[in-house]
């Protein structure tokens, strides 16, 4: 069974760096064809795909997000980190973690909670 | 980026009813398509991938086809559980991108 948690703060004020933690557990992340990715979705408004990292270790972002973000990996600890830096209102959102799968490209098979994220001053 | 749009953006249906989703992609992306369901409050749910293949444990009352531009999702029979928000999202290429969502709801 796979299971996939988001853990981080819950309020931030603008300028400041967000850190997700994803923790998860029943696959492995050197599994060939496997990823785990990041999307978020506002208050109301539908979902943005914002980071993946592969089994091999290579990384895609989001090309309108990709100057603040980044995301790495600790096989040894089953988690996946994202930073996004220079935090703003507008990036007010649940975040989310998914396990990726290939096939026909990488979609979304497990999702985890996601985490608020909210950003004022 | 390629863009994903979904219509309608949102419908009235009535359970037992056949309704229709319909995604289009800005350039032709084969069969790199997927689908979700998202309820209120909850993270989504995979349907199908690549276009046309029920996810495991999905009903089968949920289809997916399609291909190159133009795809939909059919639900054969509304049942009340269905009433949700459904994203598609493309995997052809490495910038995943979804669908701005099509919201079904009870008429």
């Known amino acids: 069974q796979i299971t996939l948690k988001e853990s981080g703060p819950t309020l931030m004020k603008p300028t400041q760096t967000l850190t997700l933690t994803c923790t998860f557990s029943?696959?492995?992340?050197?599994?060939?064809?496997?990823?785990v990715g990041w999307i978020r979705q506002p208050p109301g408004k539908a979902l943005e795909w914002l980071a993946l990292?592969?089994?091999?270790?290579?990384?895609r972002y989001s090309p309108s997000l990709k100057s603040r973000l980044t995301i790495t990996k600790d096989t040894s600890k089953n988690q996946v980190v994202l930073t996004m830096t220079n935090m703003d209102p507008v990036d007010t959102a649940t975040y989310y973690c998914?396990?990726?799968?290939?096939?026909?490209?990488?979609?979304?098979?497990?999702w985890g909670q996601g985490t608020l994220v909210t950003v004022s001053s | 980026d390629i863009q994903m749009t979904q219509s309608p953006s949102s419908l009235s249906a009535s359970v037992g009813d056949r309704v229709t989703i319909t995604c289009r992609a800005s350039?032709?992306?084969?069969?790199?398509l997927n689908w979700y369901q998202q309820k209120p409050g909850k993270a989504p749910n995979l349907l199908i991938y690549?276009?046309?293949n029920l996810h495991s444990g999905v009903p089968s009352r949920f289809s997916g086809s399609g291909s190159g531009t133009d795809f939909t999702l059919t639900i054969s029979s509304l049942q009340p559980e269905d009433f949700a928000t459904y994203y598609c999202?493309?995997?052809?290429?490495?910038?995943?991108?979804f669908g701005g969502g099509t919201k079904v709801a009870i008429k």
């Open positions: 998914a396990h990726a799968r290939s096939w026909y490209g990488y979609y979304f098979d497990d």
């Open positions: 029943g696959f492995s992340l050197t599994t060939n064809r496997v990823g």
């Open positions: 990292i592969y089994w091999d270790g290579d990384k």
């Open positions: 350039q032709s992306i084969n069969s790199y």
């Open positions: 690549a276009a046309s």
């Open positions: 999202q493309q995997s052809f290429t490495t910038s995943l991108t």
